[in-house]
């Protein structure tokens, strides 16, 4: 079965390159990087070596988060909270795999509860979603790999106080924790007041976790069909450890290209797929690609872009802008049928050409049409194109962009698995709130942010 094509003829550019070797030449050349790099990645994952577990995900048998899901789907609302890796994957997969009005369609409709995620610690979004639901109809699932992370802390201090507050000795009920099997304030949480646990296989880092309960157990909620998803998962792996070959292994040729681009100073990835419900795949994907690969001042900017919107917004910039952008462009096959109709209006006469085609077929035409406007500016395009959005074919992309995000990173020699970047900024936040032990981040967090007020207009 197909899950998806990579055509890569217009991915190499005609431009003279800065360092004279053609980008082509360089991708090939890269084939001895990743054979190693993919042998890596696969003894890292058998060593069950750090940061490696998420290798194995589409293996795992999901039967706990299953039980999870059973007891949670006959709430009328679920919230997630948890921020990055603990929230991007549920609404990525949200966003392509079920109703995009979801929460709107009535309890028949949707059969399981409605999903609100809260990731950004603002008085203003977390107040709105305690006023969209009943506590008493509600379930919570606090998700952090770390257990600290302050945002997700400070969401989950308030909807635990509000949820004491309502239901008194049967809040804890409500909370189901997913975290480190042993380590966290959210584990010794869950054990201190009894609560449902699941477990973030050690050695899954966030952003890698979305196969695992952190991403399974809202999509099961929902009615997403996680079997499918973790299938489509196993057969992209299956096929990208079979070929060592560029021309056959879709993980090699994205991350070969990714990084040959990057180094010749296109160091912005444009993601930017044809369809609605791949929106929030290009910001799942923008803190994978980013968070991993941005280190030792290497890496490219991942841009999320939405086809055919940002024909309107960005694509002037693209096609005539500065030649420092690498382009996946993805165009999906199969959509809901939609006819355009035909007007009697004489009026309408000019829209004669659009009259009994399919939207859809618009759609495809629009993509077409900008991968060859790029293509004409000289402009590097990878074309991706799936043949319908189901959840077997989301667990193969998810898979694919996994496996070469980690391999650019091997590539590039860099380790794709951690963020020291990220865990500064956590550090500077626990020593500005005070939290003991993190002193000297705050008075340095303090002496470097005076330098941004050292100029100030006041207007
Ligand atoms: O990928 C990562 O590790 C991070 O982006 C985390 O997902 C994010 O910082 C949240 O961390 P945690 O799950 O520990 O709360």
């Known amino acids: 079965m197909d899950i998806l094509e990579l055509s890569y003829g217009g991915a190499f550019s005609p431009r003279q390159e800065p360092g004279g070797e053609k980008i082509e030449q360089r991708v090939t050349g890269l084939e001895v990087l990743l054979k190693k790099a993919q042998a890596n990645l696969e003894m890292g994952a058998k060593a069950k070596r750090d940061g490696f577990g998420w290798v194995g995900l589409p293996e795992e048998e999901p039967e706990k988060v299953m039980e999870a899901a059973a007891r949670l789907k006959k709430y009328d609302a679920l919230v997630q909270i948890g921020i990055g890796g603990?929230?991007?994957?549920?609404?990525?997969?949200?966003?392509?795999?079920?109703?995009?009005?979801?929460?709107?369609?009535?309890?028949?409709?949707?059969?399981?509860?409605?999903?609100?995620?809260?990731?950004?610690?603002?008085?203003?979004?977390?107040?709105?979603?305690?006023?969209m639901i009943d506590p008493a109809r509600t379930a919570f699932v606090v998700v952090s790999k770390s257990g600290t992370t302050a945002e997700t802390m400070a969401n989950f201090l308030l909807f635990w106080n509000w949820l004491r507050l309502e239901l008194k000795d049967a809040a804890a009920e409500h909370v189901t924790v997913i975290t480190d099997p042993e380590k966290g304030v959210l584990r010794a949480f869950a054990e201190e007041r009894g609560c449902s646990s699941l477990v973030i296989p050690p050695g899954v880092g966030g952003r890698y976790s979305v196969l695992s309960s952190v991403g399974l157990?809202?999509?099961?909620?929902?009615?997403?069909?996680?079997?499918?998803?973790?299938?489509?998962?196993?057969?992209?792996?299956?096929?990208?450890v079979a070929s060592e070959n560029l021309e056959k292994n879709p993980a090699w040729l994205l991350a070969a290209l990714g990084v040959a681009h990057a180094e010749s100073g296109r160091n912005m990835l444009v993601l930017m797929p044809y369809a609605d419900n791949l929106k929030d795949f290009t910001e799942w994907f923008a803190q994978l690609w980013a968070e991993s690969l941005g280190k030792q001042g290497k890496g490219s900017t991942p841009v999320r872009a939405l086809g055919a919107i940002d024909q309107h917004s960005q694509v002037q910039l693209y096609t005539s802008g500065p030649d420092d952008k690498f382009y996946l462009l993805a165009s999906v096959e199969e959509r809901k049928e939609m006819a355009l109709p035909h007007c009697e209006e004489s009026a309408l006469k000019p829209l004669a050409y659009l009259s009994g085609k399919d939207m859809g077929e618009m759609l495809n035409a629009e993509a077409r049409a900008t991968a060859a406007s790029l293509i004409k500016a000289g402009r590097p395009v990878l074309w991706l194109r799936i043949p319908r959005i189901d959840a077997f074919r989301v667990g193969g992309l998810i898979y694919l962009f996994e496996y070469a995000t980690a391999l650019a990173g091997e590539i590039m020699d860099i380790n794709p698995f951690d963020q020291p970047g990220v865990e500064q900024g956590k550090r500077y936040t626990y020593g500005l709130m005070g939290r003991e032990g993190f002193e000297k981040d705050a008075e340095e967090a303090e002496e470097f942010f005076q330098r941004a007020l050292a100029r100030t207009l006041v207007v």
């Open 86 to 131: 603990s929230a991007l994957g549920n609404l990525m997969l949200q966003n392509a795999l079920v109703h995009p009005y979801y929460n709107e369609l009535t309890r028949e409709e949707r059969g399981g509860p409605r999903f609100y995620v809260a990731d950004n610690a603002d008085p203003d979004g977390t107040g709105a979603i305690w006023e």
């Open 217 to 240: 157990l809202s999509a099961a909620c929902q009615g997403i069909d996680v079997k499918a998803l973790l299938s489509g998962a196993s057969l992209m792996r299956k096929r990208i």
